[in-house]
């Protein structure tokens, strides 16, 4: 799979293909948006790594600032859609959340959470599995402000996006093998998901000591 992926890094197609693939994983958690921007960083520092040995370098390599930019933009704008659609789901997502313990639990701390600016809910759930569909929809059910939710997004995007490109870019520097480097680093990402999914679930401290 990493061959795979590792060929798409030398076409220009790559930033586009990231971007679509932030936008809709709100929507679709199972795309591999993280293991895309996560590859697309090692190709870069592999490109750019100095050695003994000559490394072939292909034509297109994907320049890490720009992809930084892409993989922040896409991921606010894909939260935006779902904070947008929770907000004016109607009945029908009424009863989608109400099927759902994860939707519900969400929508009793948001409200609280979000309005005491305590949005960092938002960047921890960014990292973990169908986190980010789970707060982007229920901050716009329980109808916050875009003015609450947008600020605590854009770090989201920026922690994350900058999180998975370090991962890729250093560790391929570090290990000096593209192919070890993003095999490792997709492993990170994977453990700062489970990381972040059970902070998630936690009940907040005065339910805990309730």
């Known amino acids: 799979m990493f061959e795979t992926l590792g060929s798409l890094t030398a076409s220009p197609w790559i930033y586009a293909l990231v971007a679509v693939s932030i936008v809709l994983d709100v929507f679709l958690p199972v795309l591999p948006s993280g293991v895309l921007v996560i590859t697309a960083a090692a190709a870069a520092a592999a490109a750019g790594a100095a050695g003994p ?50 939707l519900t639990r969400a929508h009793e701390r948001l409200g609280t959470a979000l309005a005491r600016g305590g949005g960092a809910l938002v960047v921890i759930a960014r990292f973990a599995p169908a986190g980010r569909s789970v707060v982007s929809l229920g901050a ?46 997709v492993v990170a990402l994977f453990a700062a998901g489970a990381l972040a999914a059970f902070l998630v679930r936690r009940p907040p401290p005065a339910a805990a000591t309730a």
């Not at 329980?142 to 998975?164: C, D, H, I, N």
């Open 53 to 102: 040995v000559p490394v072939p370098v292909p034509e297109q390599v994907p320049d890490i600032l720009l992809l930084l930019v892409i993989a922040t933009t896409a991921s606010v704008l894909g939260d935006m859609a779902a904070f947008r659609l929770g907000r004016h789901g109607g009945a029908r997502l009424d009863r989608a959340i109400a099927r759902s313990r994860r």
């Open 140 to 185: 716009g059910k329980t109808q916050r402000k875009v003015a609450e939710f947008l600020p605590w997004s854009v770090l989201a995007g920026m922690a994350w996006a900058g999180y998975s490109v370090a991962l890729g870019y250093f560790g391929t520097q570090w290990l000096g093998t593209q192919w070890l480097g993003t095999a490792l680093s």
